[in-house]
């Protein structure tokens, strides 16, 4: 009975058209590819092979404890004086202790009580005539820490997002690191001030405008030496350029930048780039009272403790806004990011830097391409030799199988790193393996006499399970990498299950279809090649 042919090489050949499709990038030479609103892209290459930027960072986490140890000691102060128990002093004297005296012995008995009964991260012992000292429990530092570290690694992965990087790695390591790997980063000083910038922003009223200098010993000798009780220097961002000022500000702010939705880089009345910010309507709405009632007083615009400007208030400003200060484009695109993303919760340093050049790339993807080609061309040889004709089907079904593994790489857009070529080579030598236990199977029903047409059929039914068999086995494991891996671990997953399911493709439904071809167009035939 002839077979309809037809759906199956729709299949096959519909396929194997698109995928050598979205390679036409890579074909081309070109980045990307438009047919109209349509865009590809070629395959994207990993730090490894297209050189890039490979940081380590340390989060201060001990900061993290330290501030809430500092807001530990304003709550408890304030819920002591409720008590009854007000402390005559309450201080941080160490990233463990809060230090706390009282005016009497019996102060100082009831304060513990209620310590030990509702703040119970804290253990208090008595310090010194009529003190407190309170240690912070170690589980609760840790999961501070633990809290600073992962908050501070979703910061810089909004941030990266914000910045298009393909593919990037980040991930934590140890206790208070994050490694952060940009492939394809060719400005490492941009990329550090984006994922660098603690981006604290503070709205603040200049309430002292009599206290402004243009350095810090004028300033201090303005108001006699000493900075007044809440308030602290703030220097302007670039104290380097004509009319940089020295401000005197309030230590709290009146509002922050944690209540914005939005920030975009935009120009300003002298078509310089600035900043345009967005609060959410609470903010807004405090943010007018505030400007409304300051009205032709200078509004300080502090970034991570830097004035970035004081323009002066003309009028009510509500939830919109415009940070303006001597940017270029890039600056303003990045502060806008930044702001977008959020600040980190606490700051980060730079450990380890290093920069991995394309030549280190481009010399790995031409050894990787001379070892694929020279193993290819051995394998054709010995197939073609050991099978024949069959032998030539099965090397349709391999140079098939790496058009199917890159397109689906490029339609996905897929990282292609050094550990994936080696899962593309182990895949290849699956598909080979697939090809020798079909041709072995129908060998042998040739051996007990069977026609060409009967030996097929029972060989490629016989193979099914075998090839099933392996794939599946080295699939799971595939999964479980990819679950589990980072970076290059998950790059060779991908290349390995999308090169599992092609071969299992082009070796059972490929190979097949030619077979089916050669036997219903040569009725009668004796015998096959192989």
Known sequence: MKKNLWPRTILVLGV?????????????????????????????????????????????????????????????????????????????????????????????????????????????????????????????????????LLQAKETIENRIDEFAVKEPQIYTQGADQIVVRLPGVVDPTRAKGLIGKTAVLEFKIVEKPEYQARTREQLMSQIGGSVPVGYDIYTSADDSRAGAVVYLLKKVAEITGAELTDARRALDQYSRPAVDFQFNSAAGKRFGDITGSNIQKQLAIVLDNKVVSAPVIQSKIYSRGQITGDFTNEEARDLAIVLRAGSLPVPVEIEEERTVGPTLGEDSIRKGLRSFLVGGLVVIFMTVVYYRKAGIIAVIALLANVVLLLGVLALFGATLTLPGIAGILLTVGMAVDANVIINERIREEIRAGKTPRASVEAGYEKALWAILDANITTAVAGVVLYQFGTGPIKGFAVTLLIGLASSVFTAVVGTRLIYDYILQNRRGLKSLSI
């Not at 990307?32 to 865009?39: A, T």
């Not at 809430?68 to 007000?86: C, I, Q, T, W, Y």
């Open 16 to 148: 194997l058209g698109l995928c050598a499709f979205f390679l036409l990038p890579n074909i081309l030479k070109r980045e990307e590819l438009r047919f109209g609103p349509f865009k590809m892209d070629s395959i994207n290459l990993g730090l490894d092979l297209k050189g890039g930027m490979h940081v380590v960072l340390k989060v201060r986490t001990d900061k993290a404890i330290l501030d809430e140890l500092g807001h530990s000691a304003d709550r408890l102060k304030e819920a002591l004086v409720e008590k009854n128990a007000a402390p005559v002093s309450s201080q941080v004297t160490d990233k463990s202790w809060i230090d706390i005296e009282f005016a009497s012995e019996q102060a100082r008995e009831q304060a513990a009580a209620f310590i030990r009964e509702y703040w119970t991260i804290y253990t208090a012992e008595n310090h010194g005539p009529l003190g407190l000292r309170l240690t912070m429990i170690e589980q609760e530092r840790d999961a501070l820490k633990q809290n600073a």
